[in-house]
């Protein structure tokens, strides 16, 4: 009874929700929609240079990748419906519902790419990353989520400052992320890095 009178006396405005998910889930469900689409059979097979530019690519189209009509994976709707619901969220309930997208295991920089692309597919990634190259206005993109790197092993840990160097360093990722407010989280993992190295490393 408390804590029902507390929700109808302030909201929900004091509780901002995360998100969080593993990388290899996000990769799973961007190899499928590729894979459905025709346009990469086999996404999980490319490099991480073919990932970034195969990435890169797709977040500068306006068009979305799902195929109408087109039957998915329980894991992809699943995943996809996260997504979803939280842009119902936010639109109900206003930016502060949800700030938080948190990607655990990110070991490259197309674990953060990978994010994006799911956040524009559900409508909580809008405009393009790079100016339209026919000339005509294009609408800077602007992201819904702060789209955090969790780098949790020993190896990642100390890859975290380059992948955050070349992630900023790609076309659009530096405006994208001044547009939507300017804020950048990094989590630091210290559960698995200690499995993985000891608490002393």
Do not use: W
């Not at 992809?76 to 295991?105: D, M, N, P, Q, T």
């Not at 990110?106 to 909580?124: A, F, N, R």
């Not at 990353?129 to 000339?135: F, H, K, S």
Request: with cysteine; hydrophobic share 45%.
């Amino acid at each position: 009874a408390p804590l029902m009178r507390a929700v109808q006396v302030f909201g929900f405005h004091l509780a901002t929700l995360d998100l969080r998910q593993s990388s290899d889930q996000h990769e799973a469900v961007v190899a499928e929609l590729l894979a459905t689409a025709r346009l990469v059979p086999d996404y999980s097979a490319l490099s991480e240079e073919q990932r970034r530019s195969t990435l890169l690519g797709l977040l500068n189209d306006a068009r979305p990748l799902r195929v109408h009509g087109a039957s998915y994976s329980t894991q992809a709707v699943g995943e996809l419906a996260i997504f979803e619901a939280a842009r119902e969220a936010l639109a109900a309930y206003g930016r502060e519902a949800i700030r938080h997208y948190i990607i655990s295991h990110t070991e490259e920089v197309s674990d953060l790419l990978e994010v994006l692309l799911l956040q524009k597919e559900c409508g909580l990634l809008v405009g393009t990353l790079a100016g339209p190259q026919d000339g005509t206005p294009g609408k800077q993109a602007k992201a819904a989520l702060i789209t955090v790197p969790l780098f949790e092993t020993i190896g990642d840990l100390r890859r975290s400052e380059p992948i955050m160097r070349e992630f900023y360093a790609l076309p659009g990722i530096h405006a994208l992320v001044a547009a939507s407010g300017g804020e950048q989280d990094v989590m630091l993992g210290y559960s698995d890095s200690n499995k993985d190295g000891g608490f002393f490393t």
